[in-house]
């Protein structure tokens, strides 16, 4: 009888492991110490933090429950837009606190180190990987007519905004390239959705003006690596020999970029 017992208790005993820990919403906090609880966490987290982050802050027993942080977190946005010079923004990678753009250019000035500025290549290179992906290099140098420098395609993966995402099924199996959540958070974005229409990115100075008024956010974020403007000048100047004697092929893409 203990023989047959023993085994069934096993089972019950490794299924009970296998299953997830149930939330229970019994939380002793407040709607006020809620809000208070994640701005904290949020301003000291150093990092952009997801939502299921913020989840795993509460204990399981004592939980305000999925809708409460939602709620408290869009009252926390609110608040801020209408208060403060800053801003609780959602990106894809989760929420952070930053400076609202309205304030950006005076903050900019506390900053020392030149902004980095872009290549025309560079710029354009991202554009078509950001509307086309997945894209290949080759399709790539299809559209601007001039070869794609291998130091961007590098830079661009190191700053953590493009990465190799398969092989298209051809002979010698091209790289299929493909943005990251970093992209998303370095321009301030949450989804694909939210790009700007084809006709606003024509002007690559104008894109390059507003790069320039990028500044960090309350918490750093290390939503892309480390770039010094060594490396950034080193870029563009790569990017010289392809671009000389070639007009800007940006307009182009709205032809085929869909």
């Excluded at 085994?7 to 208070?36: T, V």
């Excluded at 290179?125 to 509307?131: H, K, N, P, S, V």
């Excluded at 309350?218 to 060594?230: I, R």
Aim: glycine content about 4%; overall charge negative; aromatic content about 6%.
């Amino acid at each position: 009888m203990s023989e047959s017992t023993a085994p069934e208790n096993l089972d019950d005993a490794n299924e009970s492991l296998d299953k997830p820990k149930k939330i229970i919403i019994n939380s002793d906090l407040s709607e006020k110490e809620l809000m208070r609880v994640l701005e904290a966490a949020l301003f000291s987290a150093g990092q952009t933090l997801n939502f299921d982050r913020l989840m795993s802050l509460f204990p399981n027993d004592k939980h305000p429950g999925k809708d409460a942080i939602r709620d408290a977190l869009k009252t926390l946005q609110e608040q801020y837009l209408e208060h403060t010079s800053l801003e609780l923004k959602e990106v894809s990678s989760g929420f952070r606190f930053q400076v609202r753009d309205d304030y950006s250019s005076w903050v900019a000035k506390l900053f020392e180190e030149r902004p980095a500025r872009y290549s025309r290549a560079t710029l354009e290179t991202l554009a078509l990987i950001a509307y086309r992906q997945p894209i290949t290099r080759a399709e790539i140098e299809e559209v601007r007519g001039v070869s794609v420098s291998s130091q961007i395609i590098k830079t661009m993966i190191e700053r953590d905004w493009i990465r190799v995402v398969g092989h298209r099924d051809v002979p010698g199996k091209p790289a299929l390239f493909a943005t990251t959540k970093g992209f998303l958070d370095y321009f301030n974005l949450k989804s694909l959705t939210e790009l700007p229409a084809l006709a606003e990115l024509r002007d690559i100075d104008a894109i390059n003006a507003e790069l320039d008024l990028q500044v960090p956010a309350v918490t750093p974020v290390p939503a892309v690596s480390a770039t010094t403007n060594d490396d950034v000048e080193s870029d563009e100047n790569s990017s010289l020999s392809e671009e000389s004697g070639h007009e800007s092929e940006i307009d182009k893409t709205s032809e085929v970029v869909h």
